[in-house]
């Protein structure tokens, strides 16, 4: 309600659409135990009201309410069967993970720390919405490898004289270089061959040495050079030229000492 109201002021910002969290509360084994006997304890302190008074209803006693090794082997089996399937769960379906070890007071106070902590993380969804249909970089690397291979092989069966071109440049212009940091793992080489003017020869350069395991990236620099100089009226005439500085990182070599 407050949303709407403010919505279409400068105060909207304040006032964000409400959003629904799961919290799940841990304790440790001693807590748990002692916390199933108080509970138990309770529930019969109750349940002898309840039969006494004939006022109320009475609650549920379970087995482990009362009996400290039931409420070990029943904490036990949470750990053994629930745990991990829980801690997986984390993984697709988000939930909060909240210390309950202290006091109720203590508990509360962590399960508001944690939303508010939360809260400032999270995107409004009209936000969101906005930015979803950009990749996220865990998306774009998941298939990231079979894509490559595919790319590869369409360069040598469709585009057959480009991609062995790329090839002999790399062998020849930027592979010595490359050779002579085995050492650093870090190469930059200034190129200004036109082949690389085509977009379709630099993506194949960097597929190369991606499938080759390096890390190249490709900068592109236009420098303007001088050819003309008009007297008359101080007009400089000048041709661009394009160099590629290409940047390849790689594991380097140890080098052992002593």
């Known amino acids: 309600e407050l949303r709407a109201r403010f919505f279409e002021t400068p105060l909207r910002v304040h006032f964000r659409q409400p959003t629904i969290h799961i919290m799940v509360l841990f304790v440790d084994e001693k807590t748990s135990v002692e916390r199933q006997i108080k509970r138990g304890h309770q529930a019969e302190a109750h349940n002898q009201e309840v039969r006494t008074t004939g006022v109320g209803e009475c609650v549920e006693l379970r087995p482990t309410?009362?009996?400290?090794?039931?409420?070990?082997r029943r904490y036990q089996?949470?750990?053994?069967?629930t745990w991990e399937?829980?801690?997986?769960?984390?993984?697709?379906f988000f939930y909060h993970f909240v210390n309950a070890q202290?006091?109720?007071?203590?508990?509360?106070?962590n399960i508001l720390?944690?939303?508010?902590?939360?809260s400032l993380l999270e995107l409004d969804p009209q936000t969101y919405d906005s930015l979803r249909n950009l990749p996220l970089a865990s998306e774009i690397i998941l298939h990231a490898r079979q894509d490559l291979v595919k790319r590869l092989d369409a360069y040598e069966l469709n585009q057959t004289e480009l991609f062995h071109q790329v090839i002999g440049l790399i062998q020849e212009k930027i592979m010595p270089?490359?050779?002579?940091?085995?050492?650093?793992?870090?190469?930059?080489?200034?190129i200004e061959d036109p082949l690389l003017h085509d977009s379709e020869a630099l993506a194949?350069?960097?597929?190369?040495?991606?499938?080759?395991?390096?890390?190249?990236?490709v900068d592109l620099h236009r420098i303007e050079i001088p050819e003309q100089v008009d007297l008359a009226s101080g007009d400089i005439s000048c041709r661009q030229k394009k160099v590629f500085r290409i940047t390849i990182r790689f594991?380097?070599?140890?080098?052992?000492?002593g």
């Open 113 to 118: 720390n944690e939303l508010r902590y939360q």
């Open 251 to 257: 594991q380097g070599s140890e080098i052992r000492r």
């Open 65 to 72: 309410d009362l009996d400290p090794k039931a409420a070990r």
């Open 85 to 92: 399937a829980l801690q997986s769960l984390k993984q697709t």
């Open 102 to 109: 202290g006091s109720v007071a203590e508990v509360e106070r």
């Open 204 to 217: 194949m350069l960097i597929d190369i040495f991606s499938e080759r395991g390096y890390h190249a990236v």
């Open 77 to 81: 089996v949470f750990k053994e069967q």
């Open 177 to 190: 270089v490359v050779v002579r940091h085995a050492i650093s793992g870090l190469a930059t080489v200034n």
